[in-house]
């Protein structure tokens, strides 16, 4: 026999999502107060391995019984680790949609899209670069292509395409090197700001990628998790203070 909601069930369910919301939100927050033991086996996408690993270290250090590995993988790959218990936690990108079931979910931060061209180019306006320039795309099979061309569309432009990549850093590079343009996420960790032979052009209204950690409700080692999503924020609110303070 199957088990199925009433009306009455149906209609709880918004307050019964808001109240598992608020339990990962307390997860995510409870501070360790017991010394940390056993091992952790996380993932995270290319552009936020260094800061994990950071965390991770950080973490070790007050935690010495600690073992933790740090795997890095596409975030279709690490989500389906994390469901099948391969990996306790992955930073990853999460896409707009419902929650998949029977992951919890921790924000990190969100990345917006921007306009990567050499620091040579003059002053020109966005959609005139990208048709102008050769143009570097990411893979648009994965999440970041699919944002890079919902980003062109928003500015109406026919790029000259050139090139098409799946890995950020190898994009950047190449216009680093003055061979094209591409539109990217800012990524949270970067120093294209203050690369003499990068310019990095907003693009108002554009969308953001959004960083998040996924790991599974049923979790075992969710205080560990929670406390490892703590320490990957807090050298960032460091960060942002340290360039506020300079700029």
């Known amino acids: ?37 056993g091992t952790l086996n996380l993932g995270a996408v290319v552009s936020a391995v260094r800061p994990l690993i950071q965390a991770t270290l950080a973490l070790k250090g007050r935690h010495p019984a600690l073992e933790l590995h740090v795997s890095a993988a596409k975030s279709i790959e690490l989500l389906a680790r994390v469901r099948a218990g391969e990996l306790d936690a992955a930073i990853v990108v999460r896409e707009p949609g419902p929650a998949q079931a029977g992951l919890a979910w921790t924000a990190l931060y969100a990345e917006p899209m921007v306009l990567l061209v050499p620091r040579a180019l003059g002053d020109q306006p966005p959609r005139t670069l990208v048709q102008q320039h050769p143009f570097i795309r990411f893979d648009r099979t994965q999440h970041t292509g699919r944002l890079v061309e919902r980003t062109l569309r928003q500015l109406r432009a026919k790029p000259q395409e050139f090139l098409e990549l799946n890995a950020i850093e ?16 800012r990524l ?60």
Do not use: C
Request: charged residues 25%.
């Open 188 to 247: 949270h960790d970067g120093r294209w700001t203050t690369d003499a032979r990068l310019r990095v052009l907003e693009l108002p209204g554009a969308e953001a990628r959004r960083i998040a950690l996924a790991q599974r409700r049923d979790a075992p080692n969710a205080a560990v998790v929670a406390a490892l999503a703590r320490e990957f924020m807090a050298p960032r609110a460091v960060d942002a203070a340290g360039a506020a303070a300079g700029s």
């Open 170 to 185: 190898s994009i950047v590079e190449l216009v680093r090197s003055g061979l094209g343009v591409a539109v990217l996420p």
């Open 1 to 37: 026999k199957a088990v199925v909601l009433g009306d009455a069930g149906r209609e709880l369910l918004p307050q019964v999502r808001r109240l598992v919301a608020l339990y990962d939100q307390m997860l995510a927050t409870a501070p360790a107060t017991e010394p940390m033991a």
